[in-house]
Nanobody, 123 residues
């Protein structure tokens, strides 16, 4: 699976962005999807994950009620809707997929990664 993340950019605190992750190659619907972020000088951290059919989602405590993960398997695309953004949300955001019927929260469990999309939130 090849993944292409897009939708990042510069936004003021309190604003919103929607990241997209377009998949090509193997069947996207066979893969769980996760979104990770990496702040400068830090490791990748799970933000959200979703099962391959979209019926169950996981959110890190830091983004619960703020971010929404979703997917459209007919379009081979996953999404991360980010609202009420804060400066501490500034990071490079990565989408990733794993061949599992549920989802994983550890980055080492994910097989395929997009190139990353930079989100910068100004105060």
């Amino acid at each position: 699976v090849q993944l292409q993340a897009s939708g990042g950019g510069l936004v003021q605190a309190g604003g919103s962005l929607r990241l997209s992750c377009a998949a090509s190659g193997r069947s996207f619907s066979s893969y769980a999807m996760g979104w990770f972020r990496q702040a400068p000088g830090k490791d990748h951290v799970i933000v959200a994950a979703i099962t391959r059919n979209g019926d169950t989602a996981y959110y890190a405590d830091s983004v619960k009620g703020q971010f929404t993960i979703s997917r459209d398997n007919a379009k081979n695309t996953g999404y991360l809707e980010m609202n009420s953004l804060k400066p501490e949300d500034t990071a490079v955001y990565y989408c990733a997929t794993a061949l599992t019927s549920y989802y994983y929260t550890e980055k080492d469990e994910y097989n395929y990664w997009g190139q990353g999309s930079l989100v910068t939130v100004s105060s």
